[in-house]
Structure formats: C-alpha cells, structure tokens
C-alpha cells in the first residue's frame, strides 16, 4: 500500500491550496486518514483527519480555514487550505491507520512541500 500525495505549491499569504492522498494498493477498510505538518526545526504535528464514515476533525490551529473530506470510490483524502498564512508552512503528510487502536500511523505518503510567502 502506497498513500500518494499531490497538490502542495508556493501561494501567498490569504491563498488556498487542495491536497489530494491517494491510496494506491488494496486494503480491506481502514480506521481514519488524514494530514500531519512538519515545520524546519519543529515537530510534526497533527493536523486533520477523517473516517471512511466521513466523521471529520482538524486541529484547533487551522480551525475555519482548513477543511478535510473524503471519496470513498477513488480511496481519496482531500485537504482544502483556505486563508493560508506564512505560519502554515511545512512539510505536509498524508497518513492512514488501519485500526482505531494504532498508536501510530501505519502507512505515510511521500510529503509535499506548502509555502506560504509574500
């Protein structure tokens, strides 16, 4: 199983941006997938998940900008970034966990790179 992620880029300040993740593989359900971020020099940080249920959450951080949903059919995670904001900038990591127990994510995608600057 491989997460594949795409949509991250250089926008300014105000601008959004979408993340897609992807899974590629087969997989028999899963519990949740969603976003970390990771800033230079800080720790990677949850930002937004979801269930195949469509039960949704997002940090209290990017709380009214970003939002999390889900395609069941294409086994798709999107994340809209709205109103970004330089401190939005990291590196940011699709995640998937296969059970409601799993103290960590089983699977990551490959990260992709947000930049917010004027």
């Known amino acids: 199983v491989e997460l594949v992620e795409s949509g991250g880029g250089l926008v300014q300040p105000g601008e959004s941006l979408l993340l897609s993740c992807q899974i590629s593989?087969?997989?028999?359900?899963?519990?949740?997938m969603g976003w970390y971020r990771q800033a230079p020099g800080k720790p990677r940080d949850l930002v937004a998940w979801?269930?195949?249920?469509?039960?949704?959450n997002v940090s209290e951080s990017v709380k009214g900008r970003f939002d999390i949903s889900i395609d069941n059919i294409r086994d798709t995670v999107f994340l809209q970034m709205n109103s970004l904001k330089p401190e939005d900038t990291a590196v940011y990591y699709c995640?998937?966990?296969?059970?409601?127990?799993?103290?960590?994510?089983?699977?990551w995608g490959q990260g992709t790179q947000v930049t917010v600057s004027s």
């Open positions: 995640f998937l966990n296969i059970l409601v127990s799993s103290s960590q994510p089983d699977f």
């Open positions: 593989g087969s997989l028999f359900g899963f519990y949740a």
């Open positions: 979801i269930t195949p249920q469509r039960n949704a």
